[in-house]
């Protein structure tokens, strides 16, 4: 039995190791020996685990050892000998070793009789820790390895894995690295006996593979034709099974049989949905491979064999061979080919498709999808047709964003809107989730304001920072016969989106003291200022303002302002000034005209775009849009919810009708945004509403703009 001597001068050795840097293996060798065959007595427990963590960190540390090591040989003789060791110990041990030589042992022959210990002592533990993170990420996305060791565990360990993995996915920065290894876990289930006991883990993993499959088969960069064209195939027949089970009057499948059906209010969310990501996946897969019709008709059939798993429910499939035949060429041979199938009568009833969760609509004799979540990639036409993303939010929102669904329509503008649920009744995450997929499927988006909600990333704020949406953009312009505090404005304010005071970094430091972090980056303050030169270089205007307070945060706005001032340097032929916000402020309420384009962080952006929208008449007639590199998102300039106004049509729709017709310019339709912008601004000239000191309504408002709408010939 080891002594606290034996401790103690084993202790001392490691010291003396640490500082000459030089590995003796017979100290290691001692030690191990100590920690895993001695029977240490309790009075020197908290020594020995002291100097088992100090060797280990020495090791960790250590620079000196390759694989031949002695250390490396302890590791793989000793292995089952140390997962006897109590738990802790146990896991500081894999932890450090692993961490040092996994990615070794991935290189050796033998690398499945190395690794396989390591991995059926996670599953043993089900120990989903870092560490047991990084053994399954570097092991799974080691594709030899995968398709070795898969075979050798027990089914149950196959739903763990599966499990790891995925939640390694929805962690990791680049979402499908590793989707070709989880897709060959998950098309390992036919493998298993599917019984009463575990039909249920099949499907809730069965769903979970069918979303992540859905999202990235709408990124162009993988390629998953085949995974696509084989999970369609399984889902079918698992669908059928699961129905053939219910209908047979099995009582044990009693619980899942909702499966085969499409119901939004499933008890069991985890299984929701399993039928719509299917239609989702055929959908998307009809698109992305649209150019070959023979790949849309040989996803027919499956569409087909579909109403044989749910014959009370014919919405669903019916919509899927719609989004098939939209997306057919209208040639003869198609039409004979749809000819020939058996389908049945696809309802014109927009209402029947909407009690199965579609919003749908008739447009030249055609079923149109205006809320179809993955059918849609960002910008994508039909027959010249866009899809926005479109975000009523509360207050006023849902009605000013219907008076420019009827403004477009009668403007003919080709744009279907994809409508997003997110306000203060939504209490799913996950809408929100669907929300930023949307946006960033479809390149763009029109909203009205959120107010702040209790729902994790579920603000204006987030949705700025993780659309990477850096430039927000509001043009401040008097317009005639619009009551205003002074003429002639016309500036154009930019502020940076993504950082500043808005970073959401706050915290207490002691009880009545709070600490608020403002955040500048030179990256984003550079690319911000480039962003105001190139505005002010494309659209003819003659200075850049750069607004700040470096006088008193030098660190902080002064790298801002230096920042801008690098950048004009590359603009000769654009006059450059500074301001700071205090005098800035000043000088926009008393001389507005001698500003052209403003540049500046987060939160002076926001103080001076709302002041200059009240000298041009305020939050009613004012738009904003919202801009990064991959999407854009349109609003109304001072993003106010009008809730004291909402319901009371008296809502002043003119900023929304300007915001939607900068987002047709955004997305090339520049006739269409013409007609509107014209037409919106004739109507404000003359029909005011209360904001503005008159008493029209909305609708009066809209009714006059519509009148004015002159539709030029498009084609």
Known sequence: MASSADIEAISSLIDQLRVVKQGKPTIYEIAYKILIKGNLNHEIQDKEMLLYRRILQFVGNSSTFDEE????????????????????????????????????????????????????????????????KYVIEKCCANEDFLMLYYPTIESQNRYILLDMMICQLESDNEPFIHLKNVLFVSSQFTDLQITSVDILTYAIYLRKYLEILCKASCMDKYNMLKEEKSLLLKTIDFLKFIYECSESGKEEFKTISKLSEFDKESDDFRVHGLKRDLIRLIANFVYKHKTNQNLAKDVLPIILCHTQVDARNPFCQNWAIVA?????????????????????????????????????????????????HSSTPRLDEYGGRHTVTLIPGDGAGPELTNYVKTVFAAAN??????????????????????????????????????????????????????????????RCKTIPGVPARMDNV?????????????????????????ESLKIITKKKSTRIAKYAFDHAKKYNRKKVTAVHKANIMKLGDGLFLECCREVAKEYPDIEFNDMIVDNASMQMVSKPNQFDVIVLPNLYGMILANIACGLVGGAGVVPGSNIGDNCAVFETGTRSTGDSIAGLNIANPCAMLFASSSLLAHIGLTKHSDCIRKATEEAVATVHTPDLGGSATSEEFVDKVLSLLKVPDFN
């Open 69 to 132: 090591s002695i250390l490396l040989k302890l590791f793989q003789e000793n292995f089952n000998q140390i997962t006897l060791i109590e738990d802790t110990k146990c896991i500081i041990y894999i932890q450090m070793m692993t961490n040092n030589f996994i990615e070794k042992l991935l290189k050796m022959d033998n690398y499945l009789e190395q690794l396989k210990p390591i991995m059926d002592f996670i599953f043993k533990t089900w120990e989903c820790s870092e560490w047991a």
């Open 324 to 372: 098939v035949r939209n997306l057919l060429e209208d040639n003869d041979e198609n039409k004979s080919f749809l000819s020939s199938l058996s389908l049945q009568q696809i309802s014109q009833d927009v209402n029947d498709f909407r009690k199965y969760g579609i919003e749908a609509e008739v447009v030249d004799g055609r079923i149109v999808n205006k809320l179809f």
């Open 413 to 474: 503008a080709p744009v279907d809107f994809e409508t997003v649920k997110l306000d203060q009744t939504v209490t799913d995450p996950r809408e929100v989730d669907n929300a930023f997929l949307s946006i960033q499927r479809n390149g763009v988006a029109l909203k009205g304001n959120l107010r702040s909600s209790k729902i994790p990333r579920m603000s204006n704020v987030e949705l700025r920072s993780e659309l990477e949406l850096y430039a927000h953009v509001v």
């Open 490 to 514: 016309d500036c154009v304010i930019i502020r940076e989106n993504t950082e500043g005071e808005y970073s959401q970094l706050e915290h207490e430091n002691a009880k009545g003291v709070v």
